[in-house]
């Protein structure tokens, strides 16, 4: 399996064989060159790859060849899009996973509760969302984990231990963190990208064309138009039968402590 180790070991070996081959005949530059990057190249694409598991196990999705899905909501609570969106998925009586951040959890506890009450797995999204935590020590970003579960357990009276990482980014500091406080890192492997595309059927025509059996699939509680694509999307599986089940039992793990 590729890990930091298991690389830092191959590529190791490889520059070992180069080097005993240059003694006996010149090896010319760019081969190390490629070396230093097929080095490299894991490592970057672990940190920006969720799925990759490269610095920590993630659960991205379910059984493929059950025809199961589950949604996400990621970054909320937000004041005015998240109600609507806790109406919706209790019209359709749909079990949902919402990934909040903890300064928005203190500022809307009554959101948070209501998301518990009616049955969606509340996980944790890092206290701060900030835009440089990949850069913050594993003990700094602990505290953020810690401080965001402390105010989800206040409000709903259980200790989450679904983490899915800000940006979908892991590298060793968030991979320490989320291991040493028990979290499963939950992951993706359907992005809306909601975020960045603005035309709802542009969206949603993605969406249509990428949706596979086990899916865990990535909103955001943040934008104004999520309403009426999730809205289209749930008519969607219905339609294809898809089940849309809560996370924690597509992925078959325990959500809280
Ligand atoms: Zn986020």
Known sequence: MLNPRNTIL???AILLLVLLADIFRPVPVWIYGAIFLAA??????????IGSGFYVKTLCYGDRQEKEIAVSFDDGPDG????AVLDLLLLHNIQAAFFCVGEKVAEHPDLVRRMHTEGHIVGNHSYSHHVF???FSGKRI????????????GVTGKRTKFFRPPYGVTNPAVAEAAKSLGYTVTGWSL?????VINDEQALLKRLKKKLKKGDVVLF??????????????????????????????????KAYA
């Open 10 to 12: 191959l590529m190791t």
């Open 40 to 49: 490299i190249a894991p490592f970057i694409y672990g940190s920006v790859s």
């Open 80 to 83: 005015e899009i998240t109600p």
């Open 133 to 135: 935590l990949d850069l």
């Open 142 to 153: 602990q505290k953020e984990l810690k401080r965001t579960e402390n105010l989800i357990c």
């Open 191 to 195: 992005k809306s990208r909601d975020t």
């Open 220 to 253: 955001h509680d943040r934008g104004s138009h999520l309403v009426s694509v999730l809205r289209s999307f749930i008519q969607y599986a219905a339609d294809k039968n898809f089940r849309i089940v809560r996370i924690d039992q597509l992925l078959n793990v």
